[in-house]
């Protein structure tokens, strides 16, 4: 017989968009929920939770032992610090056991606000590897969520080498961007995924090639219910179904079954992979991230059939469980009766009157316990009841009926919360100012002309394209767990080659390009909106910082520090795992980067290979302020930083050319 220490089950993080779903969440086994509050989060069109809801709601779940993270995983700008702090106060007075937050800078606010209130990275904030767990480890996180395309391989290897605990999707919708790394909603609809408005243009047809998918960018459901032994062997802290959007219907069943397979520690079996098909899914799910299978079998799109099987599933009707409690009376001559409510981990003891002495109907064991034991409309129900009382006392009904509440108001009044520690806000702001300069990124060497060379005082290429005459690298989007080494050690042989300065989009990059002898420039991944994010990537020794593409230049304005903006180019719209350029064209257009995704009204986006055959699909239109530069200087955007990713040689000199003169491009572009 093996004595194999068994891996203690992760918890069963369920969502919870409405109350509703809050109660199914419960009625099918969570171990927590996770719910908006009104303002910052990431689907502000769920029926969210404030004030007196969120502390009901906050009340309910642990009423039934369950906890509650609210999620705070949208971008803030600095004007909306003070609300956001407010939000998070908020939420800690309701009780809520953690924040799920994205914005670097808020969380590294909250922190210093809020010293002891738990803190969860939201997968918004791109956590690839290990190497970012420990720097948000620094900004007061506990725990990360792991992007969704990690393989089982770098999943265990991160979860062994996390200082953090690990939280991992498990089921429902898939994101075909990096979460955090998709600009297509907001500058192409002006619905920002980062704040929670997005319009999934990922779900929309694409022109394609004979035969190809028509709906390239559209995943299936993902699901790794076939894979729960090995995902509790992993020792991932925390499964998390997704739906805040769905019904109650989908998270009461949904979760049921992943309940059933976590406390069996069994995978499902073909017939549960059916079951849950049925209550939702695109076509059928997809583990291909976690198996590496990574092709056109993870594509699907909801069809009359799948939403004919959801229209069946049996109407929630509220909360059936309870939760047991152990309930001992004591009744003795003389003095007050008194009850006690426990479970295997506290309790509490109430008073009530001192019984009297009966003169007709003395108190029975069976009438007390009766009386006692009406839980009626309370999640609880009797475990166990124990009486020590002596013979021929009674008190009257409506003093046990109180005796009873009273315990009962006892026993949630530990459930509520305790007073959160504050200090004061201050906010932080950089004492460092832009640079005047000029820096651009270009996909290939061969686009660097004479003319660039003159003009830019810093240029970048992709890491291992670097030339003689670039200062600069760029990494990759994402680096798992796995290409840590290789890339450490293409970053030491670029520092030797000459390169100074790498441009990081992540957390866990910063340090490898530190230990390689170059100066990390923060990228525009980094989604950076307010002061306050700035300031935490300095003190991790960022040297300055390009701003968030989703900025106005009145709000660009008002971010302090050595911050940079992109005043031309095509922005990279999505960074995708899986190619696109398979599905819309075929393997020779990705060797020859001439792919382009083309939607339904003609607008065609490029599409480029990326790192290890990944896709970054940039924008339509180009970013250029070349006749607005005017604007630029009013806003302080002195600090210039330019993209070439589709551009000839003859093209890069052309808009080089019209910088230069302060003219307008001869087609249409998008403006800051």
């Not at 909250?110 to 690839?128: K, Y």
């Not at 076939?226 to 739906?243: D, F, N, R, T, Y």
Request: glycine fraction near 6%; aromatic fraction near 6%; charge should be neutral.
């Amino acid at each position: 017989m093996s004595d194999k220490r068994i891996q203690p089950l992760p918890e069963l993080l369920c969502p919870a968009g409405s109350p509703e779903a809050l109660d199914a969440a419960i009625e099918g086994g969570a171990d927590a929920v996770y719910l908006g509050g009104t303002a910052f989060n990431a689907r502000m069109n769920a029926h969210n939770f404030g004030g007196d809801a969120l502390r009901s709601a906050v009340l309910r779940a642990h009423s039934y032992g369950v906890k509650v993270y609210l999620t705070l995983n949208t971008l803030v700008g600095d004007r909306e610090i003070p609300a956001a702090l407010a939000a998070a106060e908020e939420a800690a007075n309701a009780g809520v056991d953690a924040l799920i937050v994205a914005d670097l800078g808020i969380a590294s606010a909250i922190h210093r606000t809020f010293p002891n209130l738990e803190l969860h990275a939201s997968t918004q904030a791109s956590s690839h590897n290990s190497f970012s767990a420990e720097k948000l480890k620094e900004l007061g996180f506990s725990r990360i969520v792991i992007a969704r395309e990690t393989p089982a391989a770098d999943l265990f290897e991160s979860v062994k080498n996390s200082p953090l605990e690990v939280e991992m999707f498990i089921h429902g919708a898939l994101c075909v961007s990096h979460s955090g790394q998709c600009l297509f909603s907001s500058l192409v609809g002006g619905r920002s995924g980062n704040r929670g408005e997005c319009a999934q243009p990922c779900r929309l047809p694409f022109a394609c090639k004979k035969g190809g998918n028509a709906y390239p960018l559209s995943l299936k459901d993902l699901s790794l219910a076939a894979h729960v032994p090995a995902l509790i062997e992993s020792g991932v802290a925390s499964l998390k179904i997704e739906g805040r959007m769905k019904a109650p219907e989908y998270v009461r069943d949904t979760a049921r079954i992943w309940r059933r397979l976590l406390d069996e520690r069994r995978a499902a079996t073909p017939d549960e992979m059916r079951e849950l098909a049925s209550i939702f899914s695109r076509g059928g799910f997809t583990d291909g991230y976690y198996k590496e299978k990574i092709d056109g079998k993870m594509l699907g799109i909801r069809s009359d059939d799948d939403k004919s099987a959801s229209r069946t599933l049996t109407p929630f009707g509220g909360i059936t469980r309870k939760i047991p409690l152990d309930f001992a009376v004591r009744m003795k001559e003389n003095e007050p009766i008194a009850l006690t409510v426990s479970d295997k981990n506290r309790s509490v003891c109430v008073e009530g009157d001192i019984p009297q002495v009966a003169l007709t109907a003395p108190l029975s064991e069976e009438h007390l316990e009766r009386n006692l034991s009406k839980l009626g409309g309370t999640p609880y129900a009797i475990g166990s009841f124990a009486v020590e009382m002596d013979d021929g006392l009674m008190l009257p009904v409506s003093r046990l009926n109180d005796l009873r509440r009273r315990a009962i108001a006892e026993w949630e009044c530990n459930l509520t919360p305790k007073t959160i520690e504050k200090t004061p806000y201050v906010i932080q702001k950089s004492n460092n100012v832009s640079k005047k300069t000029r820096s651009a990124r270009f996909y290939s060497p061969e686009q660097i002309t004479p003319l660039a060379r003159a003009f830019f005082e810093h240029i970048y290429l992709p890491l291992g394209k670097e030339t003689p005459e670039t200062d600069g690298i760029i990494l990759p989007p994402v680096i798992f767990e796995r290409d840590l080494k290789v890339v450490q050690q293409m970053l030491l042989d670029a520092a030797q080659r000459g390169v100074r300065y790498a441009l990081v989009g992540n957390l866990g990059h910063i340090d490898i390009v530190k230990q390689a002898g170059l100066v990390p420039v923060g990228d525009f991944r980094f989604n950076v909106t307010n002061c306050e994010t700035v300031c935490a990537l300095e003190d991790m020794g960022i040297d300055s910082v390009i701003l968030s593409p989703e900025l106005t230049l009145p709000q660009a304005r008002d971010v302090w520090g050595d911050t940079s903006l992109i005043v031309y180019g095509r922005i990279p719209l999505m960074t995708v795992e899986k190619c696109v350029i398979k599905e819309i064209a075929n393997c020779d257009t990705c060797a020859q980067n001439a792919a382009v995704l083309t939607d339904r009204r003609g607008v065609s986006f490029p599409v480029l290979r990326e790192w290890e055959h990944r896709n970054v699909i940039y924008n339509s239109l180009p970013t250029s302020m070349s006749d607005r530069q005017d604007q630029l200087t009013k806003a302080g955007i002195t600090n210039q930083h330019f993209i070439f990713s589709t551009e000839t040689p003859d093209e890069v000199d052309k808009v080089i050319h019209l910088w230069k003169k302060g003219a307008a491009l001869p087609y249409a572009v998008r403006r800051i």
